[in-house]
């Protein structure tokens, strides 16, 4: 079946791209082969003055190239030629000779923009799904399609790099302010004024463009080859401080970009070509591809094993506890799923409060015109709360998040049980407290689940679904896909002290702590783990998280794993002098008016440690990333988390471990399982017995396995 089905109409070819049996268009084989061969039939066919590309399917105009594709290249040459022939084609689009119009609506990504940047004109909808990006960088790539030529050309250098090197999507909107696209319409009139265009286009209209770089400063910038020097000398300074070169791609863009403006297109087109080359055969565009490809499968994973029952559908959802999480989790349910949310607390005022932090986060989104103001309206009446159990007997769900005290957990399950249907959902947010135990206060146990999210809410892009033994499939299934309509990325976890996220941070979070104790400085510390990848060091996590809050979660794994889990004392005569970090303005760095300032020295007074330099960093450094490395190898081997892959994507989504490493198991195999076995052998030996080596490392390293099998 072809992907294109062309109409003809008043000399115009209607191009409509519809990939069969997929649900969004991306560039294959076959559509570039098809493409050439109406490129050449448009060329010849004198009946053909114009063309409009257009997409059949609801959502996507073009998503972007195809990943299956371009994982398979197994070396340099071969990425390279692929490239060249797709350069090739995308020039013959741009020199049809005859005026060619982007219809988008929907999401405009990769190579689907840079497709449409070859086309004569674009018309894009007025609609919150048509985003405009180029996304490359984000799989460890550059736009190779021309995107590092035309775009710059198009909207000037500074803007296209703040495009191609973040790898952000605009809404249509801010792509037609940009000069991204020329036309910005209502989704009901895209054809007529795609089609109209076209044919002012083949009449000899031409639009009028303002040059790239409007005003003094944007000419002097963009136009002259002395500005342009200057923008790409603080691009790549901008790169160097987010990546700290751990992304090549980025600067391989940047390079890219200016290596066109300075040698024209074609020798532009080289240079995208040979480094894309090597950056789609190197280690970090392939772990940057296998997070993105384990995330898209969790996305269709029903959270349990063999056959699925259907999820519940779930329209209303109650919260129980307004505050700081309740109240988060509130408002994301109702922006993102659009569901009747009913909060309670113990008093109005908390209710009230709670209401006001969801409206807040329905409030930033109209900010951000991700919602129209209708919309925002719409959303904000679904909002409502109490002091009892009003509305209960019509929940789908609640979401349990009082305060983290089994016996006031217990209280409230038993009446929310009592309020709600039978087959209602009954979910804990706990972080510290086994969900089969929260369950032993109700009847229907098989009900009970864990959904613990993380702060903030709205950022965080994990959710951790725990499903005791006792807990229903059907249970599962439904949290599950409700999480998913959240946003988020949800990993099923065994409900096992810490879970998976807190469980694989505690140990390193201790080593932290011992390091400080022994003389390592706050910043140092920090930087240390910031060069190796982490977007913040442990202090400052440990700081944001609150030590209170970080104290009890200890103190829980302490208690089930013995003294391999103990925390540093210093750490907890931190909390016992006041100190509970960014929340009261005194952590291990200083805080004033919400800004954080340099480290507190005082820390050191309470710890009675002087930053000294006897600590060696190279030592210090192989402590903490070892000590997380075993712990999950250990969790994994618990079945905590059901695969690799999961227990990975929940370590970059949840603390942010370094995706360029691919998660801590991937980086473990990486790393050879023989080697970590010594290296934690070695570090018992001068450690102490909390480094000694898990028993799945040892397995591995001894018959040369690899937690991923067959990568
Ligand atoms: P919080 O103190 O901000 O909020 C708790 C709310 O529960 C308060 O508004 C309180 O009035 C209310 N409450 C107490 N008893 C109640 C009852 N019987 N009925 C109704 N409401 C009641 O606490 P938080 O930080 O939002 O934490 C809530 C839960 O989320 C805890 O279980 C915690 O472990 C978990 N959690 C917290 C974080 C975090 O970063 N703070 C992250 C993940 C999970």
Redesign the pocket.
């Known amino acids: 079946m072809p992907a294109f089905r062309v109409d003809a109409r008043d000399g115009l070819a209607l191009a409509r791209l519809d990939l069969p049996g997929e649900s969004v268009n991306k560039i294959t084989r076959s559509v570039r082969d098809e493409l050439d061969a109406l490129l050449t039939e448009w060329a010849s066919d004198s009946r053909v003055r114009a063309v409009v590309l257009l997409s059949g399917k609801p959502d996507t105009f073009i998503a972007g190239a195809d990943i299956d594709e371009f994982v398979r290249l197994s070396s340099v040459a071969e990425a390279r030629e692929l490239v060249r022939q797709g350069q090739a084609l995308i020039n013959r689009l741009a020199d049809l000779g005859k005026p060619v119009v982007a219809a988008i609506h929907g999401a405009c990504l990769g190579g689907g923009l840079e497709a449409a940047l070859a086309c004569t004109y674009r018309v894009a909808t007025d609609h919150p799904k048509t985003v405009l990006g180029l996304p490359e960088v984000q799989l460890g790539i550059l736009p190779a399609a021309g995107g590092c030529q035309r775009l710059p050309r198009l909207i000037g250098a500074r803007a296209a790099l703040d495009m191609i090197l973040t790898g952000k999507t605009l809404p249509a909107s801010r792509a037609g302010k940009a000069g991204v696209v020329d036309e910005v319409v209502h989704p009901a009139i895209l054809e007529t004024a795609a089609s109209s265009v076209a044919a002012r286009l083949a009449d000899g209209w031409r639009p009028r463009r303002r040059a790239a770089g409007r005003g003094i400063a944007g000419f002097l910038m963009d136009r002259t080859p002395l500005g342009r020097r200057a923008v790409f000398a603080l691009a790549r300074r901008g790169v160097l401080r987010q990546t700290r070169g751990h992304y090549p791609a980025p600067l391989a863009a940047l390079r890219a970009v200016a290596h066109g403006l300075a040698y024209g297109v074609e020798a532009g087109l080289e240079m995208e070509a040979a480094l894309f080359a090597e950056l789609a055969v190197g280690d970090v565009s392939r772990n940057l591809v296998r997070i993105f490809f384990a995330t898209s499968a969790l996305k269709k994973d029903p959270g349990v094993t063999g056959q699925a029952p259907p999820p519940r559908p779930v329209r209303n959802v109650a919260i ?7 109240a988060a989790i509130g408002g994301v349910a109702v922006a993102q799923a659009g569901v009747d949310v009913r909060f ?4 109005l005022a ?1 209710v009230g409060q ?1 209401l006001a932090t969801a409206r807040s986060i329905l409030d930033e989104r109209l900010k951000r015109r991700r919602i129209t103001k209708f919309e925002h309206r719409r959303l904000t009446a679904l909002l409502s709360g109490g002091t009892g159990f009003e509305g209960f007997g019509r929940a789908d769900l609640v979401i349990e ?4 005290d089994l016996k ?2 217990h ?2 399950f038993r009446a929310a049980e009592a309020a709600v249907p039978d087959d209602c959902v009954l979910a ?6 086994p969900i089969a135990r929260v369950a032993e206060a109700t009847r229907r146990p098989e009900r009970v689940i864990g959904m ?4 903030p809410v709205q950022r965080m892009p994990l959710l951790e679904v725990i499903a005791p033994d006792r807990t229903a499939p059907e249970t599962t299934v439904t949290a599950v896909a409700f999480g998913r309509r959240l946003g988020k990325t949800v990993i099923v976890v065994r409900d096992r002290p810490g879970f998976w996220v807190n469980r694989i941070l505690a140990p390193y979070l201790n080593e932290a702590g011992r390091l400080l104790e022994e003389g390592l400085g706050i910043e140092a510390l920090d930087a240390m783990m910031v060069t190796f990848g982490f977007p913040v060091g442990p202090l400052t996590l440990l700081d944001e ?2 030590l209170d ?1 970080a104290a009890k979660s200890a103190e829980v794994l302490q208690q089930a794993f013995g003294d391999r889990m103990a925390p540093a004392k210093g750490v907890h005569r931190l909390r016992e002098a006041g100190r509970l970090g960014r929340k009261n303005g005194l952590g291990f760095y200083q805080y004033r008016n919400g800004k954080r300032r340099g480290a507190d020295r005082r820390v050191y007074d309470l710890l009675g440690a002087a930053p000294r330099a006897a600590v060696a960093p190279d030592e210090a450094l192989a402590r903490m990333v070892y000590a997380m490395l075993n712990e999950a190898a250990l969790a994994l081997d618990e079945g905590v988390v059901r695969s690799a892959r999961d227990g990975d994507v929940g370590a970059v989504f949840g603390i942010g471990y370094p995706a360029f490493r691919g998660g801590p198991l991937r980086y473990l195999d990486s790393l050879g399982p023989a080697r970590v076995a010594a290296e934690l052998q070695r570090l018992e030996r001068a450690w102490g017995e909390r480094f000694r080596p898990a028993p799945l490392v040892l397995r591995l390293a001894e018959t040369g396995g690899r937690f991923y099998a067959n990568a």
């Open positions: 129980i506890g307004a505050g700081f999480m309740g309670r607390d113990t008093d908390r709670g998040a009082v305060f983290e006031v957990k209280e409230v804990s947010n706990t972080s510290t407290i613990h999210f993380f702060s998280v609150g809050v």
